[in-house]
């Protein structure tokens, strides 16, 4: 037999330097998640004093404010506030991507009442419910999927006179099938890139109120649980969001979002 010859010193450099580039995006997206958490995690504390100091000044200090002074404090409480609530939303950005998945069968039903209970989503929205199949995942972050989503819905479909809220899911194939429809605002297919971006926003914060950070978290929760998730909407005629997760464990399709195949979006 021929004695395989060993590889030569260039390919040997080729073949490391393929796999230095494999391993960096990895140790790049790791060394950002610790970032984003350490800079969350310590934006807090200034913050609350940021906060604090304004409500004592305005609490007892208030004859010797005119009503500009008076006005200017509340203006910086309320940044404060806002700062508050996109570092919260950016610590669970990141605790989404490091977070271990502990799967295992749940009862979606349930879970939406449950999402729907402690949000308080009443009248005068209308919430329906349809068939919704059981499905495979962490209970936590598909919380947190559905949460998001059914928030979303309530603030977009909130200058309604009747607000409609509709959450159903289906099983197709290896996969379950979840949605959340609203007849808000909607929008505009062209922009959909954006969706599920971290910071996008398709509505002005002077119109609707949340950081940006919202369907990002959804999007990353999903696609931990190897599923997808994509979306519909027009201007004016409302939106429906879907995911699917694996109908099972260990049966993921590829992670990310992306816009569904017209046999996917039927319903």
């Known amino acids: 037999l021929t004695q395989r010859r060993p590889p030569n010193e260039h390919t040997r450099h080729i073949n490391q330097d393929l796999q230095r580039r494999a391993v960096e995006p990895e140790a790049i997206n790791h060394e950002l998640e610790a970032f984003s958490y350490s800079v969350s995690h310590d934006l807090r504390a200034p913050l609350r004093a940021i906060d604090g100091f304004s409500q004592v000044l305005l609490e007892d200090h208030a004859a010797s404010l005119d009503a500009e002074g008076r006005d200017s404090l509340q203006r910086v409480r309320a940044a404060a ?29 349930a879970l939406v009442r449950e999402v729907q209970q402690e949000a308080g989503i009443k009248s005068p929205v209308t919430l329906t419910l349809e068939g919704i199949p059981g499905g495979f995942g962490d209970r936590s972050l598909l919380k947190q999927v559905w949460a998001n989503l059914m928030q979303n819905a309530v603030k977009y479909s909130g200058r309604q006179e009747r ?85 099972g464990p260990g049966k993921g399709t590829s992670a990310g979002s992306s816009r569904s195949s017209a046999r996917e979006r039927r319903r």
């Open 163 to 247: 607000p409609r809220i509709e959450i159903g899911g289906r099983t197709d194939g290896t996969e379950a099938v979840y949605w959340v429809r609203d007849n808000g605002v909607g929008f505009d297919m062209k922009y959909y890139g954006k969706l599920f971006g971290v910071f996008q926003r398709l509505h002005g914060a002077d119109e609707f109120p949340g950081t940006g950070i919202g369907l990002a978290i959804v999007q990353r929760a999903v696609a931990r649980h190897g599923g997808r998730v994509w979306a519909e909407g027009r201007p004016g005629e409302g939106a429906v969001f879907y995911f699917a997760l694996p109908n």
């Open 81 to 109: 506030r806002k700062m508050g609530l996109l570092i919260d939303d950016l610590l669970n950005l990141s605790r989404v991507g490091r977070a271990a998945i502990a799967s295992a069968k749940i009862d979606m039903g």
